[in-house]
């Protein structure tokens, strides 16, 4: 057996991105995925629109060789793996000194949110390009920037549970978006407020964007056509 490979603080988290093969096994894949929920562990499907994938699997472990396992038996189960992005729960350097409840909540979000079936993910990072280097900027400067986008956000609560994990180092941006929203144009709505931002409308470097809903993984993998 391994060893566990156990963040510091927070949880390892993976988003897996899914097309359904002529080899794709029901049975076998929904056995991997009910595995994947146990133990403390925590997985989100949704059925995916559009052309990207599929399907998406986003799970949270203590342990990245559970999410290793995951992926391998998943594979094992006939879905053909077409994306993914490796990521850690944090809290943010501007967040620093928030309450409890509130650290912990970003720590060790318990996901999915109720009644937000509408789902979005997307990868970021910050600008280094010539004026617009976000990490030449004091830190002060950044904090008021990020203040003011978090202020943003703010205004879609009740709305729209934002997860924001850190990928520096652990895949090609430096952040993973994931939205969970009541309805599909709360998504939208909120990424158009929040790019008006200064640390978007200057900063900012977007990825491709998923989108889908949230669903049972009995019920996706119907939708998706693995009945």
């Known amino acids: 057996m391994t060893e566990p490979a156990t963040p510091a603080e927070g949880l390892a988290v993976v988003h897996l991105f899914w097309k359904v093969g ?45 999410l290793r396992r995951l992926q391998t038996r998943l594979v094992a189960g006939g879905l053909e793996l077409v994306d993914s992005y490796v990521s850690l729960t944090e809290i943010s350097e501007y967040a620093q000194g928030v309450p409890e409840e509130m650290r912990n909540m970003r720590l060790y979000p318990e996901l999915p949110p109720e009644g937000k079936q509408a789902f979005c993910f997307y990868p970021m990072s910050k600008k280094r390009e010539g004026d617009a280097n976000w990490f030449t900027l004091p830190y002060e400067q950044r904090k008021e920037i990020m203040y003011a986008h978090g202020a943003s956000g703010r205004q879609f609560a009740g709305r729209v549970t934002q997860v924001i994990t850190g990928s520096t180092g652990t895949d090609d941006y430096e952040w993973g978006v994931t939205l969970f929203c009541v309805n599909p144009d709360d998504v939208k709505a909120v990424v158009y407020t929040m790019r008006f931002d200064e640390g978007s409308a200057i900063y900012a470097d977007f990825g491709p964007f998923y989108v889908g809903m949230v669903a049972e993984a009995e019920v996706a993998l119907t939708e998706v056509g693995l009945a």
């Open 22 to 66: 002529p080899l794709a096994d029901r049975e076998d894949v929904l056995a991997a995925l009910k595995e994947a929920s146990t133990d403390g562990d925590q997985l989100v499907t949704a059925a995916m629109l559009g052309h990207k994938a599929d399907l998406c699997t986003m799970a949270l472990s203590r342990d990245q060789w559970r």
